[in-house]
């Protein structure tokens, strides 16, 4: 600590964390999984209170992802299968993830258990995680004040596809912050040399490697294997990738300057991000920038972590004087605590305890200095992808995030698939065109992290070659969904809606100023993987600054493909606002002239 910030680590753990700068930040971090449990009174628990003279903590849920046992010794093989049964129910509440909370009665009591009990229990449990085909990401002990133990195991689902888990981390902040640098180091391993030369595989276009910015949405993977281990992806090792690798998180490097402000709100409400990380240079840059991005994370309720970046180039006083304001915006837009990480076991925390407060990483991408800490929080992350998606049992749906056109592949379009399942030679509905129209379609081939494969289900981003449409009828925001349901599109949608960044009473005299000019109100709107300018009409013309608004949009240019419960952001100028889609008004409708 040090720098006026509350941390997530224990006093115990401040030496690990202050060598944690080796260069060699993709080497391999240990887990408590790898050793015995010793006695590590201070190690923090995400679930087990800090306190060590603590006798009790919260009841055992009768549903969801948490399993309390005393003890498992001398367990017969009756009770193994019963206890495969309850752990296979446990990681199914839990979207494939599960804790088990050791040493603690059904009632919450610490009651605690020797070395000895503690070990065999551990045992116990990998035997029965490798029946329901689980691994053990970490085993976290902590030795209580009677001399007993208590411990918490974190456990996650091991699929037979060969990657299981998948994350999105969308990155925002300043055009000096060193985004696209950091992206960069992560997925190639390399340190940056001081100018700039880890973020050139990222530019798209031209004008971005010679101006040094980002003006469009970049994307990067960076791989895990089942330890945890980082695997990255290079085109001579692409089986040892696919082989190894069992979970995959998609760095997604967005504009930093005010006129790309559009295509950055749109990586954030378009790519359906499990975590925005806010990045900040540690050399006092000006906070007031990434205000509006905090407001539609607030409004989308997105995970968020902040990354501190050019701490070699950043003396003591700054540095700290950039902490505490990102701790007073923080306070002020979100209402939350920036907790400072500093340690390997703090990133475990970190990564658990969503409401404890916003992690704040602090990182050189010119030295290394705490990569690793950074990796092993994205890889204990976890996905909040398989709860946004409908029903993996419902008929196919996929959006369409971005759309190119390759010379021997034709048309191709990448995206995540929010329901069901689509093979290769599938033959879906493809739209809406800009007659709000669906066309067939047959799916060729698919690719998946850049290695080819047969399926793609629910949850998992993906990209498809596609015949029987030209490439100027694939656009982003369109669908892929399955023959058996038609989709329909629309011009116009309600929402109910809040108001949640203005300027005074701007958005009120902006949309009286064009009743006058008899234009109706615009605004820019995103819904999932559209955005589109819009008219919006408040109903009953009410135009407060308050939520429980019921207002409708109406699309400028052509119809768009909308699911109610959808999230929407709009913006007008220095105005945002944020809700949900309680109706669509599907076609046929005459449309805006």
């Known amino acids: 600590a040090g720098v006026g910030l509350p941390t997530v680590t224990s006093s115990s753990s401040a030496a690990a964390g202050a060598a944690a700068g080796s260069n060699n930040h993709h080497a391999r971090t240990r887990s408590w999984s790898e050793g ?12 087990i209170p800090d306190n060590p003279g603590a006798t009790h903590m919260q009841p055992e849920p009768q549903e969801g992802a948490v399993e309390y046992k005393l003890k498992l010794t001398n367990v017969a093989a009756v009770r193994l299968d ?46 029965i995680a490798r029946r329901v085909s689980a691994q053990v990401l970490a085993v976290r002990p902590r030795h209580l004040r009677s001399g007993r133990y208590v411990a918490e195991m974190h456990l996650r689902r091991v699929h037979e596809q060969l990657v299981s888990h998948e994350s999105r981390v969308a990155l925002v902040g300043r055009e000096d912050a060193g985004k696209s640098t950091l992206v960069g180091v992560l997925t190639t391993g390399d340190n940056d040399n001081g100018r700039g030369r880890a973020r050139l595989d990222l530019f798209r276009h031209h004008h971005e490697i010679k101006s040094g910015q980002t003006s469009s949405i970049s994307q990067d993977i960076v791989g895990f294997d089942e330890e ?89 006083a700054v540095l700290t004087s950039t902490l505490q304001n990102i701790s007073a915006l923080l306070q002020t837009a979100l209402d939350r605590k920036a907790l400072l990480v500093t340690s390997e076991e703090s990133v475990g925390v970190a990564a658990s305890e969503d409401d404890r407060g916003v992690p704040v990483f602090l990182v ?14 994205f890889f204990l992350m976890k996905s909040t992808t398989p709860e946004k998606v409908v029903d993996p049992t419902q008929p196919a749906l996929f959006q369409v995030e971005a759309s190119y056109s390759i010379a021997e592949a034709g048309p191709v379009v990448a995206g995540l698939m929010l329901q069901g399942e689509i093979h290769v030679e599938t033959p879906v509905w493809l739209g809406p065109t800009s007659q709000g129209d669906f066309v067939q379609v047959r799916v060729k081939s698919i690719h998946r992290n850049r290695v080819a494969c047969h399926s793609v289900q629910a949850g998992q981003g993906a990209s498809f070659s596609v015949e029987g449409v030209p490439r100027d009828a694939v656009r982003r925001g369109q669908i892929l969904s399955a023959l058996e349901v038609k989709p329909q599109a629309c011009f116009s949608f309600e929402a109910e809606i809040e108001v949640v960044y203005h300027s005074g009473d701007k958005l009120k005299m902006k949309q009286t100023q064009r009743r006058k000019k008899k234009n109706p109100p615009m605004v820019l709107v995103y819904v999932g ?26 699309f400028h240019k052509r119809p768009e493909y909308v699911r109610v419960g ?28």
Request: aromatic share 6%.
């Open 82 to 127: 019963h206890l495969a049964t309850q752990m296979n129910w446990r990681l199914h509440e839990g979207g494939g993830e599960a804790h088990y909370v050791l040493g603690v009665g059904d009632d919450g009591s610490l009651s605690g258990i020797t070395r000895a009990e503690l070990d065999e229990t551990l045992t116990n449990l990998r035997t």
């Open 529 to 554: 993987c559209v955005y589109q300018t819009a008219e919006m009409h408040l109903e009953h013309g009410r135009e407060r600054q308050a939520g429980g608004i019921i207002a409708s949009f109406r």
């Open 36 to 47: 015995t449990p010793g006695p590590t009174d201070s190690t923090p628990l995400s679930l």
């Open 566 to 593: 959808c999230p929407v952001v709009f913006r007008d100028g220095a105005t945002q606002g944020s809700g949900r889609v309680v109706r669509v008004h599907e076609l046929p409708l005459v449309p805006p002239e």
């Open 228 to 316: 945890g281990k980082v695997c990255l992806w290079r085109p001579h090792t692409l089986d040892d990738f696919r082989l190894r690798v069992r979970k995959v998180v998609t760095l997604l490097d967005s504009p930093g300057h005010r006129k790309y402000m559009n295509t950055t709100v749109f990586g954030m409400t378009g790519y359906d991000a499990d975590c925005v990380a806010i990045t900040v240079a540690a050399n006092g840059e000006p906070l007031e920038a990434i205000k509006e991005h905090l407001y539609v994370i607030k409004a989308l309720a997105l995970r968020v972590i902040v990354i501190v970046t050019k701490i070699d180039q950043s003396s003591r």
């Open 364 to 377: 050189s991408s010119v030295t290394g200095k705490n990569l690793d800490l950074l990796l092993r929080y």
